[in-house]
């Protein structure tokens, strides 16, 4: 019973490189969350997706692109990281569309370094 | 937008100590409750909920959160920690939007 999981779980990068945080979900859920996590700031949400084909903005958006590339699958993007983004990112997913009335599954993580 | 406050940020008791973590919210309309607990080097799991009844709601692993309106509180609870109990603690709001907003967390340590 796999859940949500993220890949990679760990990635060091060069400022200016970029990548892609991939996550998958066999829950059937409808809604997919992307959050960072750093020491003291808790979750921070960057982008999340009501339901398929549709993305909105979070509360850090900045520097990051998703794709909601089906109902199961939910990739972020860092086009150009920087040193300010290294953080552990999480992957959620819940049944939706509302997230209110609906808790949320998470991934492990994948820990992100920007040297 | 949301706020959501976590008082105490790390926390160190011993084992049989009694628990409490205060979360606050700041918006005054229905919103709906969360605590997560994220283990060392785990994910975060949910520990508990409440969208509506009983205020009182009762979560995994002998933990209960109460939610009082009046104080726009939803503390959590546990009378007697266990080392295993070690871990951060999340309080959750979502106020019916498609955004779910958290505190900073408390980070609890148990000693045995």
């Known amino acids: 019973n796999a859940g949500v999981t993220q890949t990679p779980k760990f990635q060091v990068l060069k400022t200016g490189q970029s990548m892609t945080l991939q996550c998958a979900q066999d829950?059937?859920?409808?809604?997919m969350y992307w959050y960072r996590q750093d020491p003291g700031m808790g979750l921070r949400l960057i982008y999340y997706?009501?339901?398929?084909?549709?993305?909105d903005k979070g509360e850090v958006p900045n520097g990051y692109n998703v794709s909601r590339l089906n109902k199961r699958e939910f990739s972020l993007r860092l086009e150009s990281a920087a040193p300010s983004q290294t953080s552990v990112y999480f992957c959620?997913?819940?049944?939706?569309?509302?997230?209110?009335?609906?808790?949320?599954?998470f991934g492990d993580g994948t820990r992100l370094s920007i040297l | 937008a949301q706020s959501v406050s976590q008082h105490n940020h790390h926390v160190i008791l011993s084992e049989a100590a009694s628990l409490e973590l205060g979360c606050n919210y700041s918006?005054?309309?229905?919103?709906?409750l969360f605590w997560y607990v994220q283990y060392p080097g785990q994910h975060l799991q949910l520990l508990l909920k409440?969208?509506?009844?009983?205020?009182l709601v009762k979560g995994i692993k002998g933990f209960e959160a109460e939610f009082i309106k009046s104080k726009f509180s939803f503390n959590l609870r546990k009378p007697s920690v266990q080392w295993s109990d070690t871990a951060e603690y999340f309080c959750?709001?979502?106020?019916?939007?498609?955004?779910?907003?958290f505190g900073k967390g408390n980070q609890v340590v148990v000693i045995p």
């Open positions: 959620a997913s819940s049944e939706g569309p509302s997230i209110g009335n609906q808790p949320q599954h």
């Open positions: 829950m059937n859920h409808n809604s």
């Open positions: 997706s009501a339901s398929e084909g549709t993305t």
């Open positions: 918006y005054g309309g229905t919103v709906n």
């Open positions: 409440y969208f509506s009844g009983d205020p």
């Open positions: 959750a709001v979502n106020e019916g939007n498609n955004r779910l907003a």
